[in-house]
């Protein structure tokens, strides 16, 4: 589990896009199975696809303001 915490810190935006692109995934193979036309499938697993994204920004904004980001520095890493 700690690998996991430590590599969320480093690549914070590389994982929202995983959870973006898993959240598509899942969501549209969930919506496959029901008897709605094509187009609407899409449109679902988007919205959902955007709500997950937007929870995982704000943990990852969460995340860098706490200061638990493995980041020695505290700040962005411009070396104040």
Do not use: C, F
Request: proline fraction near 4%; charge should be positive; hydrophobic fraction near 45%.
């Amino acid at each position: 589990m700690d690998r996991i915490r430590g590599y969320v810190a480093r690549e914070k935006l590389k994982s929202v896009g995983i959870v973006w692109a898993s959240g598509l995934g899942i969501t549209l193979a969930y919506q496959w199975s029901k008897p709605i036309p094509l187009q609407m499938k899409i449109i679902h697993s988007r919205v959902a696809a955007q709500a997950l994204t937007l929870g995982a920004l704000a943990a990852a904004a969460a995340l860098h303001l706490t200061g638990n980001d493995e980041n020695p520095t505290g700040g962005s890493g411009a070396g104040v």
